[in-house]
């Protein structure tokens, strides 16, 4: 059984860092491990402009602990006003690095969010023009579409329809759910990415509902049956390229969660790679798990691939689940994947 690994150093490709003392928390679990990740803007106000993504990058910057090598990739949160000229200067300025849309409705803070995809269009012919990423939260809102059919429904009516009005826009299909999600992904060609979470990797919907509400595993978009978790599976531990690792490790604090009206976000990110290490072992392809959370993502971005290296290490007692987060106002619950995990980052 092999006991060691070592691999090019990671990156997060979807990641929730939050602001204030939440941030200051949360940040060194994802810069101990990760060399960049890319940071959402859902922020309460969003991360509307360039000059917004420029604030919000310092007091990310500010709050990285000494030692740690970290460099947060900044996204814009579209809206029906963004000015496409500020986009293009903040990405050739090096201070955005893609675009998000969240259709208004869909999930946390996506209230500003995106009412009539067309609107938009101005500014993706921008982004096609300069090859700047488009990030999409692809579930439809629509109140008589039945939520575990949100995805599925947004490739045919949205994203179908925006592929062929932009052939050559990059776009990644952010945190996807379904089987339907990933035969799209491997029907297009490599301007169409995919995200996929750990915890999306693990569960499926029982994990929510049997036994009572679970609110630690509700999460947007909601985890589907299990022959699409198979079929994430399968895509991400085949090497694919199209498909990288977007944690959308999302902190809220417990008491939010354990309400009559929970909100929706898991916190993976402190032993998300050690999981992962575990879903490649279960499925004999621990050599593709370089290509999923170190390799697929900067090739996709266009950006260097990390030149630092990473080893985990397999015990053969497995670990306890990391601590829960303590804040001021109250804990952020670690992800807990029910499954035994026997690996660890290694800290040498
Ligand atoms: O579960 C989620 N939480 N999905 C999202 O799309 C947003 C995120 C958050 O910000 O909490
Ligand atoms: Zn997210």
Redesign the pocket.
């Known amino acids: 059984m092999q006991t060691k690994l070592t691999i090019i150093s990671p990156d997060d490709w979807h990641l ?1 860092l939050r602001n204030g003392e939440v941030l200051s928390k949360v940040l060194p679990f994802t810069s101990r491990h990760f060399q960049r990740a890319i940071v ?1 803007p ?1 922020l309460q106000p969003p991360v509307l402009c360039a000059a917004d993504a420029n604030i919000y990058r310092d007091e990310i910057v500010a709050a990285i602990p000494d030692g740690h090598n970290f460099t947060p990739l900044m996204v814009l949160y579209l809206t029906e006003q963004t000015d496409p000229e500020d986009v293009r200067k903040g990405f050739l300025a090096g201070e955005l690095v893609a675009v998000k849309l969240y259709p208004a409705g869909a ?3 996506s209230d500003a969010g995106v009412k009539d995809i067309e609107k938009i269009y101005p500014v993706l012919e921008v982004m096609q023009e300069i090859g700047m990423p488009f990030l999409v ?1 692809g579930e439809v809102v629509d109140a008589d579409v039945d939520i575990f059919d949100r995805e599925a429904v947004f490739i045919d009516q949205k994203l179908i329809p925006i592929r062929q009005r932009f052939p050559n826009l990059k776009i990644v299909f952010e945190h996807i759910t379904t089987k339907d999600g990933v035969d799209y992904v491997k029907s297009c060609n490599e301007n169409t990415a995919a995200t996929v979470t750990t915890h999306h990797l693990v569960i499926n919907r029982n994990a929510m509902l049997v036994g009572g509400i679970q609110p630690h595993y509700y ?2 978009p909601v985890a589907k049956r299990e022959l699409h978790r198979l079929a994430l599976v399968q895509a991400v531990t085949s090497g694919d390229k199209r498909f990288f690792l977007g944690t ?1 490790s ?1 902190p ?1 604090l417990a008491q939010y969660k354990e309400s009559s009206c929970g ?4 916190f993976n990110v402190a032993n998300t790679l050690p999981i992962l290490a575990q879903v490649f072992e279960r499925e004999n392809t621990l050599e593709n798990l370089e290509k999923f959370v170190s390799l697929n993502g900067p090739l996709f971005y266009n950006l260097p691939v990390n030149t630092g290296t990473m080893t985990l290490l397999r015990s053969e007692t497995p670990h306890a689940l990391p601590d829960d987060v303590v804040t001021n106002d109250g804990v952020i619950k670690v992800f807990d994947p029910k499954m035994a995990i026997h690996w660890r980052v290694s800290q040498a």
């Open positions: 929730h959402m859902n999930t946390t803070n939260h999460c947007l959308d999302a809220h909100c929706a976000g898991i």
